[in-house]
C-alpha cells in the first residue's frame, strides 16, 4: 500500500478559504477512488467527499454541499480539497483516503484502506 501525506490546514476565520492537499505514492492511484473524512473528538470519523477515479463522479456530504469541492490530478497523484465559506463546525482533523479496491464506488470508512495523518482545520468565530 501508498503512503498518502496531506497539507494545506490551519487556522482560519469563519467565511474563509482553505485548501487541502494530498499527495500519494500508490502507483495505481488514477485507478482508486479517493475521498476526505474529517474527525473531532469524541466523534466518529464523518464522510465530507469523495471522487471516482477518474474525477467524473463526486459526492458530498450535506453538510459541505456547494461550499467544498473535490478534485483529483491523477497526473501528478494529487487529491485536493477546496474549502470555501467556511464555518466554526467544519474544525476537525481532516484525512485523505485510498479506496481498498480498483474502480469502486463506495463511500464507506471500512472500504478506504490507506489514510493519510490527518491535518488541523480551525475556523475561529
Known amino acids: 500500500q501508498g503512503q498518502l501525506v496531506e497539507s494545506g490546514g490551519g487556522l482560519v476565520q469563519a467565511g474563509g478559504s482553505l485548501r487541502l492537499s494530498c499527495v500519494a505514492s500508490?502507483?495505481?492511484?488514477?485507478?482508486?477512488?479517493m475521498a476526505w473524512f474529517r474527525q473531532t473528538p469524541g466523534k466518529e470519523r464523518e464522510f465530507v467527499a469523495a471522487?471516482?477515479?477518474?474525477?467524473?463522479?463526486?459526492y458530498y456530504a450535506d453538510s459541505v454541499k456547494g461550499r467544498f469541492t473535490i478534485s483529483r490530478e491523477n497526473i501528478d497523484n494529487a487529491l485536493y480539497l477546496q474549502m470555501n465559506n467556511l464555518r466554526p463546525e467544519d474544525t476537525a482533523v481532516y484525512y485523505c483516503?485510498?479506496?481498498?479496491?480498483?474502480?469502486?464506488?463506495?463511500?464507506?470508512?471500512?472500504?478506504?484502506?490507506?489514510w493519510g495523518q490527518g491535518i488541523q482545520v480551525t475556523v475561529s468565530s
Open positions: 500508490e502507483r495505481t492511484f488514477s485507478q482508486i477512488t
Open positions: 471522487i471516482n477515479w477518474i474525477g467524473s463522479n463526486t
Open positions: 483516503a485510498a479506496h481498498k479496491d480498483h474502480r469502486v464506488e463506495t463511500l464507506i470508512p471500512a472500504d478506504f484502506a490507506t
